[in-house]
């Protein structure tokens, strides 16, 4: 997205389009966001209402999987010298993910909740 994500822009480009009909043909499902401040805005929050929403940790950034997949992406960027050549490197990239890297992401999940317990909440050496 180009610009600033505000909450309102949050809920007509995002939450409106996409995550809110992926979630009505999910019964069952639990919807999960950081405390982003367009995440944590009233309008955002006003949307999610009607969905199942799990509340993120304060500092518990170590339990969102997606952060450690950025993270490597970020780490395999070639300089870019536009925004459509970023936008087409990170498409690529995005397109070539390891899926046993995320599979090894998600089989940690209960070492990674674990870990997040005994630190109460705080940084993990994930």
């Known amino acids: ?20 009909p992926f979630l009505n043909g999910l019964p069952g499902a639990i919807f999960q966001q950081d405390n982003a401040h367009s995440h944590t805005a ?22 969102s999987l997606v952060e450690h997949v950025w993270d490597q992406l970020k780490r395999q960027m070639p300089s870019c010298h536009s925004v459509h050549d970023l936008e ?6 995005w397109a070539h993910l390891s899926q046993d890297n995320i ?3 998600i089989n940690s999940m209960p070492d990674r909740g674990a870990a997040c317990i005994a630190a109460g909440g705080g940084p993990t050496r994930y």
């Open 42 to 63: 009233r309008v955002a929050q006003d949307f999610l209402r009607h969905f199942q929403a799990l509340p993120w940790p304060a500092r518990s950034p170590d339990l």
């Open 1 to 20: 997205m180009r610009g600033i994500l505000t909450g309102q822009r949050y809920v007509d480009d995002i939450l409106r389009p996409h995550v809110g």
């Open 88 to 93: 087409l490197d990170v498409q690529d990239l």
């Open 103 to 105: 599979r090894y992401l």
